[in-house]
């Protein structure tokens, strides 16, 4: 007789199979991203009555199956809705991009409850506070890191300068490679073409963030320039790891403009 397993879940994706069922993407506390079939999803009033939604927190039951990595949904019971995410567009903007890159920087079945947390917590941040670019660069920093693609940035990846060693403030004088994962000084970048200019000022922060797990954007406030340059280098480089276009960077960039 096949195990059953019950899991707090957070819905990634669904799409439709067939004529009554669903394929459904989770991330799950216990057992990492999760894919499953939905039976009958389309047309049961009870064991996933608004349970399937993308951002839904929910209790999954499922059991594995033979033969086969897509696992056997019993039942989902909502347990969040998340309702005031949902009920505006930029917050759904940023939930789906959000869902959208972890579902993509994570592999199947790799337990990651850190990532679960991370997601988890920033939902809530959205559902309570509100979405804002700062929030969506800790979002992007912090999943890089916990899922083993943090961005090197202390020295450049070739020569090994330091770029307290070379800062200037009037002059950008480092590129983070997307390539690479890391920052390139001046010289070295001539041997690159994905690279993102970037500041010693958003080396700085862009440090500080990922050295200090609780660190926030504190007064002083960034300028525009450096967010838009910390921005501009973690979307790309998470598009580079991705190898494919991101569907939620279009809807998202109409309120991060």
Not at 41 to 67: H, I, M, T
Not at 179 to 200: F, N, Q, T, Y
Request: net charge positive.
């Amino acid at each position: 007789m096949q195990t059953s397993h019950v899991t707090s879940a957070i819905v990634l994706r669904s799409w439709p199979f067939g004529e009554s069922d669903k394929i459904v993407s989770f991330l799950t506390e216990g057992h990492g991203k999760l894919t499953g079939i939905a039976k009958g999803a389309k047309r049961s009033k009870k064991r996933f009555v608004n349970s399937l939604e993308p951002f839904s927190f929910v209790s999954l039951n499922f059991q594995d199956r033979s033969k086969t990595s897509l696992a056997f949904i019993l039942s989902c019971e909502l347990q969040k809705s998340y309702k005031n995410l949902i009920a505006s567009l930029e917050k759904i903007a940023f939930a789906s991009y959000y869902v959208e890159i972890t579902e993509g920087l994570i592999g199947e079945r790799e337990e990651n409850r850190l990532v679960f947390d991370h997601l988890k917590r920033s939902l809530n941040r959205l559902e309570s506070e509100g979405a804002s670019i700062t929030f969506l660069i800790d979002f992007e920093l912090k999943l890089l890191s916990l899922t083993g693609y943090q961005p090197l940035l202390d020295s450049c990846r070739r020569c090994g300068m330091h770029p307290s060693l070379s800062y200037a403030p009037v002059q950008t004088h480092w590129y983070f490679s997307l390539r690479d994962g890391a920052i390139l000084c001046a010289g070295c970048s001539k041997l690159r073409k994905e690279l993102v200019p970037i500041s010693g000022a958003t080396l700085d922060l862009m440090t500080n963030l990922q050295q200090e797990p609780n660190s926030t954007f504190e007064d002083p406030k960034p300028s525009p320039t450096v967010l838009k340059q910390i921005r501009s280098a973690t979307a790309r480089f998470i598009q580079f790891q991705l190898n494919r276009e991101i569907k939620s960077a279009s809807f998202l960039n109409q309120f991060c403009s």
